[in-house]
């Protein structure tokens, strides 16, 4: 498979569902819907989206119906983007070659502008229950649920808090920040997509233990290519260049032992995962 023909392709298709999912720039909020679109339009790869679609495709789900989860997964990515380049976090002034949006807005209304993203986010899920079926319905709020932890003080934000006292550790310590920030929205995408997709409860699970190892790959595979000596918290400070891609690697086995009964519909995700991994190792 062509895996940048599929990541093209997918995020094509996000791409005017996620502009009906934040406000136009036309309203009465300027600079607020500037702000939020700074960095989800034309975004990056929409790696986590794809993920969501490339689950829902695996259990023989259509690609369509996984376009609610898909949307509010990037919507709380940009937001963390947003909140994370702020001077009281990481301090960064470019993002997606673009300045960060509070270089361009200020900080107050890079603040709001995320605030505005992550709730965006469950405002898509629950518009989309809208007629659903019960059973459609039921799935979407799962997916909330999953999301929410996922986005909130057991996931993304506590993750955060800990990785800013953090000094020094084991790996054990770096994979638990590493879960929280960086799988855990991995994870809530691709049982989102799952679960849309109409997978039983443990095909569900199964598949967000896929976005979970994937997404601890990921984080140490960034911190392979941009490792900054002043980051202790990597798995390349704690284990040392060959055992961090010894470990990212273990991860991509384990992932994709899980996939193996899913045969050829399960090839994007299995592609997916690779490419998360191995983007230049």
Avoid: W
């Amino acid at each position: 498979m062509d895996v940048d023909a599929y990541l093209a392709e997918r995020a094509a298709r996000i791409g005017p569902y996620l502009d009906g999912c934040v406000p136009p720039t036309d309203g009465e909020a300027a600079p607020l819907p500037e702000a939020m679109r700074h960095l989800l339009f034309p975004g990056g790869k929409r790696l986590r989206p794809a993920f969501a679609f490339a689950a829902c495709e695996a259990v023989g789900g259509p690609t369509e119906r996984a376009l609610p989860i898909a949307a509010a997964v990037e919507l709380i990515h940009t937001y963390s983007l947003v909140h994370d380049d702020l001077p009281c976090m990481d301090d960064d002034d470019e993002r997606r070659g673009v300045p960060t949006v509070h270089k361009v807005f200020g900080e107050a209304n890079a603040v709001l502008a995320g605030d505005a993203l992550q709730t965006a986010a469950f405002e898509t899920l629950a518009r989309a229950t809208e007629d659903a079926t019960p059973d459609v319905r039921d799935a979407l709020a799962g997916c909330m649920r999953d999301l929410a932890r996922a986005a909130g003080a057991a996931g993304l934000v506590g993750g955060q808090v800990d990785d800013l006292v953090f000094a020094d550790g084991d790996a054990t310590a770096v994979t638990s920040i590493h879960a929280r920030k960086t799988a855990a929205l991995f994870e809530a995408a691709t049982a989102g997509g799952a679960r849309l997709g109409g997978a039983p409860a443990d095909r569900v699970a199964s598949l967000a233990a896929v976005g979970h190892q994937v997404g601890l790959a990921f984080q140490i595979v960034d911190d392979l290519l941009d490792h900054d000596d002043d980051d202790a918290c990597s798995m390349l400070t704690v284990l040392g260049e060959a055992g961090a891609r010894e470990r990212a690697e273990g991860l991509l086995d384990d992932s994709l032992a899980r996939l193996a009964d899913l045969g050829e519909p399960a090839e994007p995700l299995r592609d997916l995962a690779r490419l998360a991994v191995r983007r230049s190792l």
